[in-house]
């Protein structure tokens, strides 16, 4: 099994029998500006601070790929309904300065065998970084 990465306990991971990973990866860094009007003249912008960092990615379940689509998305729902914190590895380099959290999850549910058995389902996750105090 070649581990790619993990999001805290989530295993990124492909072998020849399970296929567990991420596609579409996107960081968004923002920063903050506040606007000062002044009489007569342009507008003056006075930087506040740095936004908290998003990422967003892509996964992709499937028994056919060895993968049980709803254990994995149950985890995924688990982790941001718990408000995890976890720290997000790819390769070996840690990403960002500041462990994430999940904020956002998007599911949806594409193949279903008998008795509404799911098959096959992608879900998109989006992180935000957590910094403490």
């Known amino acids: 099994m070649a581990k790619i ?3 805290g306990d989530i295993v990124f991971s492909v072998s020849r029998n399970k ?7 996107k960081r968004d860094s923002t ?8 009489h007569l003249k342009d507008s003056l912008l ?15 379940f499937s ?3 060895g993968v049980e689509p ?4 149950k985890k995924l729902n688990h982790a941001k309904d718990s408000g995890k ?3 997000l590895v790819i390769g070996g380099k840690t990403y960002g300065k500041h462990k994430w959290v999940i904020t956002k999850l998007s599911e949806e549910f594409e193949r279903f065998a008998q008795k509404g ?4 389902a992608k879900v998109n996750v989006q992180l935000t970084a957590y910094s403490r105090r």
């Open 117 to 120: 058995k799911l098959l096959s």
């Open 85 to 87: 914190i976890m720290r």
């Open 5 to 7: 990465g993990t999001l």
């Open 63 to 65: 028994v056919f790929l």
């Open 19 to 25: 296929v567990n990973t991420f596609s579409g990866m």
């Open 70 to 73: 709803m254990s994995e998305i």
């Open 31 to 38: 920063a903050q500006y506040a606007t000062h009007n002044r």
């Open 46 to 60: 006075e930087y506040t601070g740095a936004d908290a960092d998003k990422i967003s990615f892509n996964m992709y």
